[in-house]
Structures are given as structure tokens and as C-alpha cells.
């Protein structure tokens, strides 16, 4: 099966032994991508709030909501996915400076906006779930368009994964779908009672999945970088064994926390105590548990993000409230901006003191960095009632509801292309072309799916 993918030791060799970028680097380019939301925001022009015909049996109206739910949909792929694209790209060695200019092109918007007065008074009474569905979606979005845009020339090495330690833009993909999934997962919410056939229900699709992809990538001969999970191990089994593990240890929300930094503790005290070499050795025994060394042990580090992330979801937006209720909008815009802080105070201090970030091992320096950088950019978009315009867009509200479907048929797409043409040889104009026509199919696929009520929640 060479044929399939000819190249595939040099994909391999291209994303391999790379060392991530700084972290002030991140925390730049994820405000942008935060920025860049709320600036959609108030630009508006936006199928859900602008009071556009619904869905509904008769033809002609169905017509003209389809109509209008394409325009804003093309209104959110040149405001959002595009500048998203290009971040990522030709525009990448601009970081700081766009940094600075979407600041004050978002603060000339606010101040010269006619309606500011009656923004707060209207914010308080909207609900937060927004705000986290529109941090969902930014964080999926970055990891889709990152994950086929890896594979070209065009997009720096410093944002792709890390082969043991460090900090790149992609190090946050799963640890960052893992903490969004937590922070509104059934736990969060306070729902205990989950029983056998709803955790089976949840986790078996994960699982027959995870062996899709390997029976898969093994049949095509695609490019597998062994170093990010192991041999066999990918992305599906993680959050397949999280939550099965959740659902064997199920506890109160408001001891989530405090379960998941004593095992976030105790996994970095294996590390420290030698532990993290024989995870980052190159060698590998025969066995089953050797092949895959790297996607069984930081399960733990995952599992222990996740309950950490259930308590901070419990207790900034549901409170313990058998209604599940969200908390003041106020309390809780600040409570996130002081845990982001926070975060990102312990994360330098476990990066210089204790050990590095590493992804590959989902150590605890890793999980306050996912924690720091998805609680930064929850919290620059709980900033949208100071702000005009919509509160969400079409776009945002169709990947929000399908998350996972979303992400798989990115890899799907991910997939064709690399298979189709030879990437490493892309001129700078045709990987930008390539990536343009990736994001416009990902992004009207799970638009036009949400439109007509499409919807495959699993996880």
C-alpha cells in the first residue's frame, strides 16, 4: 500500500523533533483568535439574532431562511475563518502586531458604537452558555484548520506539536477539547445518576472510532507520528478511557477538584521519580502496553484535567444547583479572569522549577498550560457584553453542536488531502488555496448539517 502515500517518512520526519514556541507567543495568538470573535460580534449581520425565518415545513419560507442563514454563514467564514487561516500562515511572523491591532480596531468598535449604553443592563440578563459555546468553537476551530495546515511548509514549525517538551499552538488540541467538554459535562451540571447503558451509549462510538482510525491509517499507509500517543493509541481511545474512568469514579463536583489535582499530583511524582524516561525512551518492547507507553499513562494527566474541569465548570457556571442555574454573569467573568492568572502563575513556576511542559506525557505543568489557555480565552469572550452587535453567529452555534462530528470529518478531510496531493511541495499560494477550500467545506458542511437539524453527540 505505498502507493497510497509515498511520502510518508518525510510527513513524519516534517512534524518530528520540534521544540514549540514561547508561551508568550500563545497567549498572543489565542487573544487574536478571541479578539477576532468579538469582532464579529459586533459587526453583526447574523442569522440567529437578526430574527431570520426558521426552519419549517413550508417550502418558500425554508427557501429564504436558507437564503439568509448562507449569507451569514459566508459573513462568519471572511470574519472569522479566514483571518483564522491566515493567522496560522502567511501572517504568523506578525503575531504581536496583530495582537495590538485587533486590540484597537475591537476598542475604536466599542467606542464609537451609538448603542453602548444599553449593553451592560441587556448583558447581565443573557446567559453565559454562550460565551463558552463560542470559546468551544474557537479552540475546535484552531485545532481543524491546524491539523491539515501542519502538513505544509507555510505553517511554522513552532506551532506544531512538541516531541517531548514545550509549547506549541497544537500541544492545547486534545487537552483543550478534553477541559471544554468537562467544564459542561453532565458532572459540571451536577447529574450523577448515569447509568451503564448511557455511559456504554457515550464511550462505544469513541471506541469504534479509535479502531476506525487505526484500522484506517494502517490500510493507507498514512503517516502516524508515534511519538504523540504510540504505536496503536490515538486521540478516540483518550477520551474513551476518561470517560469510562469518570464513570467507574464518580463523585460529587464539588470533590472533582480535589480528586483531580491528587492524581494530577501523584502521576507527576511517578514522573519526577523516573518514570518520564521510560516514557520518553525510544525503546519499545513487543507488548501491547510498551508499543503505546505514551496514550496509556497520560491518561491519567488527562483524566485528572478533566475533573478539575468539572469542579471549575460547577463552580463558576452551575453552582450546585439542582436546576443547573448559571451564576451571575458578573461573579463569574471575574472568578475566570483571577483562575486564568492563576493558571498561568503556576505554569511558569512548574516549567522552571518542577518540569516542563510536555504534552506527550500530560504532566502537570501541561495541564495548568491548558488550563491557563482556554480559561484566557473564555475569558476575553465573556467580555462580549461590553460589546455590541450578536452574541454568537451561525457558525459558531452549528460547530458548537456538533464538536466531535465536526472534528472527525476534519480529520476525514485531513486525510483526503494528504493522500490526494504531495504537501511538502506546496507552493506558499497553493497551501494557502488548499487550506481556504479545506475550511470552506469543513465550515458549510457543519453549517448546512446544523441548518437541517443534523446533530451526532456522543461524548
Same mark, same amino acid.
Given at each position: 500500500?505505498? !502507493?497510497f502515500n509515498p511520502n510518508k517518512h518525510l510527513k513524519e520526519q516534517f512534524v518530528s523533533n520540534l521544540t514549540g514556541s514561547s508561551k508568550l507567543e500563545i497567549f498572543s495568538l489565542l487573544t487574536n483568535f478571541s479578539i477576532l470573535i468579538l469582532i464579529r460580534h459586533c459587526i453583526g449581520f447574523n442569522w440567529i439574532s437578526c430574527g431570520s425565518v426558521k426552519k419549517d415545513d413550508n417550502a418558500a419560507t425554508c427557501g429564504k431562511g436558507l437564503k439568509a *442563514? =448562507? $449569507? @451569514? $454563514?459566508? @459573513?462568519d467564514f471572511l470574519c472569522i475563518v479566514v483571518p483564522y487561516t491566515l493567522f496560522l500562515t502567511v501572517l504568523a511572523d506578525f503575531t504581536y502586531g496583530i495582537t495590538i491591532l485587533v486590540f484597537l480596531l475591537l476598542l475604536f468598535m466599542r467606542t464609537f458604537d451609538r448603542n453602548r449604553s444599553s449593553l451592560l443592563q441587556e448583558g447581565y440578563m443573557d446567559s453565559v452558555r454562550v460565551n463558552i459555546s !463560542? *470559546?468551544?468553537?474557537s479552540m475546535m476551530l484552531a485545532t481543524s484548520l491546524a491539523i491539515l495546515a501542519v502538513d505544509f511548509k507555510i505553517f511554522p514549525r513552532r506551532y506544531a506539536k512538541t516531541e517531548t517538551y514545550g509549547t506549541g499552538l497544537m500541544d492545547l488540541g486534545v487537552g483543550s477539547f478534553v477541559l471544554a467538554n468537562s467544564l459542561v459535562s453532565r458532572q459540571a451540571r451536577g447529574s450523577l445518576n448515569m447509568t451503564l447503558q448511557n455511559a456504554l451509549r457515550s464511550t462505544s462510538p469513541l471506541i469504534i472510532l479509535g479502531f476506525a482510525r487505526l484500522i484506517s491509517t494502517s490500510s493507507v499507509n498514512y503517516q502516524v507520528h508515534v511519538g504523540e500517543y504510540g504505536v496503536h493509541w490515538n486521540f478516540f481511545f483518550t477520551l474513551a478511557a476518561v470517560a469510562i474512568l469518570t464513570f467507574i469514579i464518580n463523585v460529587h463536583p464539588n470533590y472533582c477538584g480535589i480528586l483531580g489535582s491528587l492524581i494530577l499530583i501523584g502521576y507527576q511524582a511517578l514522573l519526577l521519580c523516573g518514570l518520564n524516561k521510560y516514557i520518553m525512551s525510544e525503546e519499545r518492547k513487543p507488548d501491547i502496553f510498551s508499543q503505546n507507553k505514551e496514550g496509556i499513562f497520560s491518561i491519567f494527566g488527562y483524566w485528572g484535567m478533566y475533573l478539575v474541569g468539572v469542579r471549575i465548570g460547577s463552580y463558576l457556571f452551575f453552582g450546585g +444547583?439542582?436546576? @443547573? =442555574?448559571? &451564576? +451571575? &454573569? &458578573?461573579? @463569574? =467573568? =471575574?472568578r475566570v479572569w483571577a483562575l486564568c492568572l492563576f493558571f498561568w502563575l503556576i505554569t511558569l513556576l512548574l516549567d522552571w522549577y518542577v518540569e516542563a511542559v510536555s504534552r506527550r506525557m500530560c504532566n502537570l505543568a501541561y495541564v495548568t498550560f491548558t488550563l491557563a489557555a482556554n480559561l484566557q480565552v473564555l475569558a476575553i469572550l465573556m467580555l462580549s457584553d461590553y460589546v455590541s452587535g450578536c452574541k454568537s453567529s451561525a457558525l459558531e452555534e452549528a460547530f458548537n453542536r456538533n464538536l466531535l462530528a465536526s472534528f472527525l470529518l476534519a480529520n476525514v478531510l485531513t486525510g483526503l488531502v494528504n493522500l490526494s496531493i504531495d504537501t511538502l511541495s506546496a507552493s506558499s499560494i497553493f497551501a494557502v488555496a488548499i487550506l481556504f477550500a479545506y475550511a470552506f467545506v469543513l465550515s458549510f458542511s457543519v453549517g448546512f448539517a446544523d441548518f437541517f437539524g443534523i446533530k451526532l453527540k456522543f461524548w
Open positions: 500500500m505505498e !502507493s *442563514y =448562507t $449569507l @451569514a $454563514l459566508i @459573513a !463560542s *470559546y468551544r468553537v +444547583n439542582a436546576d @443547573a =442555574t448559571l &451564576k +451571575n &454573569k &458578573k461573579w @463569574a =467573568t =471575574t
